[in-house]
């Protein structure tokens, strides 16, 4: 039938053409853009994980450039660090010099001196001075600020890192459970004949040995014990071992200790040439905390076995509990590592070492840096650490006869300067702080080597493969879509055609009336 007020044909034909318009548009604007998705509508979900995508791939990136910063930031600290080390060698060098004394004058030594002086005030100037586009970094403005450090406990503190996200302080619970000792040897004083108490009996020849070395000395029958501790003691910065009266009493013994805490030092005691002519002497080991008592009581504390015979004792580490965990103990040093939450090394005061179950608490308040290494802003994807200060009232820091000295004290006027001949104090303060500077320099540099570097690599792999993911969902494939463009290009032409013809057909009517 032949109808003109609906022309179905070419409404279907516009229907189409429409259509074929449309998707004829989006292939051109997904050639163009190189987009798969360039709206909403395109894909609503392919959107919303491109996006997620997007946003951890800028936040990777960023991280990449993080770490690199922060690698130069260790660098630059890394090089004024090879310079101290360096300063404190010629200091080392100039004070062995002057410990030559035989054979150095007066007017050497003053020059020396004067190097020091200058050496030292270059370090703390390098200190002060030492630094990454305005930021200070090695001060002490990166190091952790610590407040209620109990100096009769704990001597001195270093904390490397710990994480105070979230939290304004960290309160640090340190409690003793095993206590440092000395390797020490006991010689009974109880001998009333042939020549009486708390005296050589007969002449022997003694090997006396500890961490630093051995020296031999021969004691002559008769001698009282205080004269065989005299005598043992003007070695001991030879041998590393002291000796004293137990008690206070000749009659009660004689103690043999090492100087030094821990299970490095050893206190050995030997008999030379065999028991003839010294077959009293006989040392025994005494067990961590022991005590001898009154002289009256040795016979049967030999009887009882609670005198073991020995002639060789090791010192003990302190062991501690910080915060719930055990600490790694090292003479008098705790240490503990944890970089997730907190890394410290803590000098303890020897009587508070000394003590089971000593406890003491302080707090970390700030400080310290923070590297953001990861696209995420949590505690897992950060590295915490401290630049502690080098200057010279800060390096050094070493027990010299109970209180702690540091590297100023070397300097002119200083407690441990050439002029006080205390060379072996200064010797040990100036190796201390090397140790830390070479400490500090490869914490840098494991820092730089096994956290930086291996973060920048793993997070451009993570890179690589989040934009693979990223390309799959969102670019466009334009083989693909050129093949859907040449075929909406025909779809429009053949439904323009197809509308055209449509049109056309209802003029037929008009022949209709001519007739």
């Known amino acids: 039938m032949s109808r003109i007020n609906s022309n179905v044909p070419a409404l279907i034909a516009r229907a189409n053409l429409g259509r074929a318009e449309q998707d004829l548009g989006l292939r051109l604007e997904r050639l163009s853009t190189g987009l798969r998705i360039n709206r909403g509508k395109d894909d609503p979900a392919g959107i919303i994980v491109s996006n997620r995508l997007g946003n951890e791939i800028n936040g990777l990136q960023q991280a990449i450039k993080n770490s690199e910063r922060a690698s130069s930031v260790i660098s630059t600290a890394e090089a004024s660090l090879a310079e101290v080390n360096d300063l404190l060698n010629s200091i080392k060098a100039l004070v062995v010099e002057a410990a030559n004394t035989g054979a150095t004058s007066n007017e050497e030594r003053a020059a020396n001196q004067l190097q020091i002086d200058s050496a030292i005030e270059s370090i703390t100037r390098i200190s002060n001075s030492a630094s990454f586009g305005g930021l200070k970094l090695l001060n002490g403005s990166l190091d952790y600020v610590v407040s209620g450090l109990d100096p009769s406990a704990i001597a001195k503190a270093s904390i ?10 960290l309160q640090v619970d340190v409690q003793t459970v095993a206590s440092a000792q000395t390797g020490r040897l006991y010689l009974r004083g109880d001998y009333a004949t042939p020549l009486g108490n708390g005296v050589i009996q007969s002449s022997v020849t003694l090997e006396i040995a500890g961490p630093k070395g051995v020296q031999v000395i021969e004691i002559l029958s008769g001698q009282p014990f205080a004269a ?8 001991k910065d030879v041998t590393g071992i ?3 009266l137990n008690n206070g009493n000749a009659a009660s013994g004689v103690v043999f200790s090492s100087i030094g805490y821990g299970s490095q030092e050893f206190v050995s005691v030997k008999r030379l040439g065999g028991p003839s002519g010294g077959g009293f002497f006989q040392t025994y080991r005494l067990a961590d905390g022991q005590s001898v008592p009154a002289a009256a009581a040795i016979p049967a504390l030999v009887t009882a076995g609670t005198l073991i015979p020995a002639n060789r004792d090791e010192g003990r580490d302190v062991f501690a509990i910080v915060n719930g965990a055990l600490g790694t103990g090292r003479g008098l040093n705790i240490s503990l590592t944890n970089s997730n939450t907190l890394s410290l090394d803590l000098l303890l005061d020897a009587t508070f070492a000394t003590t089971n179950g000593s406890n003491t608490t302080f707090n970390i308040t700030g400080g310290g840096a923070l590297y953001q290494l990861g696209g995420d802003i949590n505690s897992s994807q950060q590295v ?3 630049l502690p200060s080098i200057a010279a009232s800060r390096l050094g820091g070493t027990l010299v006869n109970g209180a702690l000295a540091f590297l ?3 300097r002119s006027g200083g407690d441990n300067d050439l002029n006080s001949r205390n060379f072996a104090d200064a010797s040990r303060i100036i190796q201390s702080s090397i140790d830390e500077i070479s400490v500090l320099r490869g914490r840098l540099g494991a820092l730089e080597r096994n956290t930086l570097e291996t973060n920048q690599r793993a997070v451009s ?5 989040l934009s693979a993911s990223q390309s799959v969902i969102r670019d466009a494939d334009f083989a693909f879509e050129t093949s859907a463009l040449s075929r909406s290009q025909i779809l429009s032409s053949a439904a323009t055609s197809a509308l055209q013809l449509a049109n056309q057909q209802s003029q037929n009517v008009l022949s209709l009336l001519r007739q």
């Open 160 to 169: 490397p890192s710990v994480n105070l996200t979230g939290k304004s302080s």
């Open 242 to 244: 002291s000796a004293s």
């Open 408 to 410: 100023d004290s070397v």
């Open 461 to 465: 792999t993570a890179i690589e493969n």
């Open 228 to 235: 065989v501790v005299a005598g043992i003691n003007q070695f």
């Open 384 to 386: 915490f650490l401290s």
